[in-house]
Nanobody
Framework: QVQLVESGGGLVQAGGSLRLSCAVS????????MGWFRQTPGKEREFVGCIDWSGGRTDYADSVKGRFTISRDNAKNTVYLQMNSLKPEDTAVYYCAAALWRGGNIYREQDYNYWGQGTQVTVST
């Protein structure tokens, strides 16, 4: 079966950087469009960014645009979320998601087929 495993979360000071990774197994990685979402306690999970199956198209939530970058390595079956200039409000559990789709980007949570377990990112002041 398809599995997504995130790594790279942790504690960082405001202004710092982290890179999250999401390794995908169980199906040809290039079959998937990928997305990143995040969630804080008491709030709904929110869209962070997405990348199409080829890596040629990305898009981001306004709150992270210019600070976060999504990339993928189809040879390594891995998608990345590079987070720079982190702010305390970026503190959340971050989830990667995979959609069986070789079209454009996907923005809605319900359109993703598979999810990782999440990794905690904490940004201190």
């Amino acid at each position: 079966q398809v599995q997504l495993v995130e790594s790279g979360g942790g504690l960082v000071q405001a202004g710092g950087s982290l890179r999250l990774s999401c390794a995908v197994s169980g199906r040809t990685f290039s079959s998937f469009a990928m997305g990143w979402f995040r969630q804080t306690p008491g709030k709904e999970r929110e869209f962070v960014g997405c990348i199409d199956w080829s890596g040629g198209r990305t898009d981001y939530a306004d709150s992270v645009k210019g600070r976060f970058t999504i990339s993928r390595d189809n040879a390594k079956n891995t998608v990345y979320l590079q987070m720079n200039s982190l702010k305390p409000e970026d503190t959340a559990v971050y989830y990667c998601a995979a959609a069986l789709w070789r079209g454009g980007n996907i923005y809605r949570e319900q359109d993703y087929n598979y999810w990782g377990q999440g990794t905690q990112v904490t940004v201190s002041t």
